[in-house]
């Protein structure tokens, strides 16, 4: 049973550049959620998507944006990047309405020069 | 979403058992208390998820008072492969879960 899969790895950009990250969620699973964290510090809550909406959003501004396909897979787009924006991206998927947490993949480091 | 506040930093020896206690003293009636493991560059793993009293699995026991206003984390017998940081988190059930995330425990295990 595969859990939350991302790619890529690894990703280096320029500021200003667009990136996308994609994930899989864990088999089962049709709730997916992205965090945000840099070097030292807890994940930030970024969004959520469910039935292919945002259903909700964490302090970010709209440079961030999503999407979810009919297989519950997941894309996060970040438009215009900034030097701060470098940080490992990480993937949550989960199941509503069951005492169940969310899973996470291994993330996608991104780096910004 | 209740805020929730640990040790920065923890050490013991191998073959111990280690405690980490959180507190969220705003925590609601509907929120549960779920704990995870973090290694460098590595996702978040699931340790173990609580509502009140004590639970446990085979790897830890969660601790929980009545008043739930905090909760402790039991690892027995670490050994160095348990270095890494732990963070505690209170939320509603799984997939409606806006989840916020502390700065969490390191935890160094010495030879």
């Known amino acids: 049973d595969a859990g939350v899969t991302q790619s890529p790895t690894h990703l280096i950009k320029t500021r200003g550049q667009q990136v996308t990250l994609r994930c899989s969620p864990k088999s089962g699973h049709d709730t997916v959620s992205w965090y945000q964290q840099a070097l030292g510090q807890g994940p930030q809550f970024i969004f959520q998507y469910y039935e292919e909406e945002e259903r909700q959003r964490g302090n970010f501004p709209d440079r961030f944006s999503g999407h979810q396909f009919p297989n519950y897979s997941s894309e996060l787009n970040v438009n215009a990047l900034l030097l701060g924006d470098s940080a490992l991206y990480l993937c949550a998927s989960s199941s509503p309405g069951i005492e169940q947490p969310q899973h996470f993949g291994d993330g996608t480091r991104l780096s910004i020069l | 979403l209740a805020k929730t506040t640990q040790p920065i930093s923890m050490d013991s020896y191998e073959g111990q058992e280690v405690n980490i206690t959180c507190s969220h003293n705003?925590?609601?009636?509907?929120?549960?208390i779920t704990w995870y493991q973090q290694f460098p560059s590595q996702g978040p793993r699931f340790i173990i998820q609580?509502?009140?009293t004590k639970v446990t699995n085979e790897v830890a026991s969660l601790f929980i008072p009545a008043d739930r206003k905090s909760s402790t984390l039991s690892l027995p017998r670490v050994s160095l492969s348990d270095t890494a940081v732990y963070y505690c988190l209170v939320g509603g059930l799984g997939g409606y879960q806006k989840v916020t995330f502390g700065t969490g425990t390191k935890l160094q295990v010495i030879p």
């Open positions: 609580g509502y009140k």
């Open positions: 705003n925590i609601a009636t509907n929120d549960y």
